[in-house]
């Protein structure tokens, strides 16, 4: 059941406003890129709640105690929501890694999701079946600026040329397509949608498996520094884990889409 029936955060209601306070009394205020990508949010509409990620903020708001009609979609630019000022959003949502650097100038939530970095190149690539970090030096990379699919680029696989960055995922994915740049760093069920959809052959070349050089991609709800409302929406979460919602959210967008060939760090 939702905390709202357990009356543990029934934020929806005024009276616990101060508990759990929201830009505008009622609503709750979510944002996502522009546009947003499966299949974190299918066509670009939010609203629908088809997506990953769209499925998880109506859960969420569902367990706050707001219904649908209460939700409110606002758009912002990726950097542009991380910068430090006043938010029109309560929170934002949009494979946003929990790092040390962000949290100087925003909250997160605890994980929704965890994931690896994953390398995009095309099929014919002379490294397309590469098994090894070193085979892959020599790759023209390109990835988003601020993101830490190029922090992984340049701490981990370091390339001899330097890597190519990007203001958003869509410059990266065009200059894939246009063969401008070898490869993309990106998380691992975007690869999988932007291999099988986006750019045709193209292929996952592989994922970085987890190790002490290599730390999971935490993806957490980014709200404004010490927002009160982050205590709640982790509460939200927490029995959105413990009922079994979550992974059920996440078999049904993302099961299919994290099977790809590993590449060891050598």
């Known amino acids: ?32 890129g522009t546009p947003a990508y499966e299949p974190w949010v299918v066509g670009d509409a939010p609203e629908t709640g088809e997506g990953f990620e769209a499925a998880v903020a109506y859960a969420v708001a569902g367990e706050l105690g707001y219904t649908n009609e209460n939700v409110v979609w606002v758009r912002t630019g990726f950097d ?27 909250s997160f939530s605890e994980p929704y999701y965890s994931t690896n970095q994953a390398v995009v190149g095309f099929a014919d690539s002379p490294v397309a079946s590469a098994t090894k970090v070193s085979e892959l030096k020599e790759l023209k990379f390109g990835a988003q600026s601020g993101t830490t699919s190029l922090d992984f680029i ?58 002490d050089a290599v730390s999971a991609d935490n993806f957490g709800l980014l709200f404004d520094k010490d927002n009160k409302l982050v205590d709640c929406v982790n509460t939200a979460l927490g029995a959105l884990k413990e009922s079994g919602k979550l992974a059920e959210i996440e078999k049904t967008w993302l099961a299919d889409k994290t099977n790809a060939p590993i590449i060891t760090l050598d």
Do not use: M, W
């Not at 929990?98 to 925003?106: F, Y």
């Not at 246009?178 to 996952?204: C, H, M, N, R």
């Open 1 to 32: 059941g939702s905390l709202a029936s357990l009356g543990l955060a029934s934020c929806g209601n005024d009276d616990s406003n101060s508990a759990c306070p929201t830009i505008e009394s009622g609503k709750l205020t979510i944002a996502t």
């Open 80 to 106: 542009e929501a991380i910068q430090p000022g006043a938010k029109n959003f309560d929170f934002n949502l949009q494979q946003y890694s929990i790092t040390a650097e962000r949290k100087a100038t925003v």
């Open 154 to 211: 340049n701490n981990v696989i370091k390339p001899t040329n330097e890597p190519f960055v990007y203001d958003d995922n869509a410059g990266a994915k065009a200059a894939l397509e246009a063969k401008q740049i070898d490869a993309i760093v990106v998380d691992l069920p975007t690869a999988f949608y932007i291999s099988a959809v986006e750019i045709e052959g193209s292929k996952v070349i592989g994922q970085f498996p987890l190790s």
